[in-house]
């Protein structure tokens, strides 16, 4: 088996940089195309996030939990 804890930082940096490049194509949203690629790195965000609390999670309930969420 993996081990998950290399994954966890890996994993905050993914959300930091499409957090990051969200912010920035939110503020071409006059350009064409803008609002999509938006709309798509905001989910590869929340993605992220809800993965990185899916493996911090103790029990089978709280790992279902961030499953769906995701």
Request: with cysteine.
């Amino acid at each position: 088996m993996v081990p998950v804890i290399p994954f966890v930082p890996v994993l905050l940096v993914s959300v930091a940089i499409g957090s990051a490049a969200t912010i920035l194509a939110w503020r071409e949203r006059p350009e064409p195309g803008a609002t999509p690629l938006s709309v798509m790195l905001l989910g590869q965000s929340w993605w992220s996030t809800c993965i990185v609390f899916k493996l911090q999670a103790d029990g089978m309930t709280a790992k279902v939990l961030w499953t769906d969420l995701a």
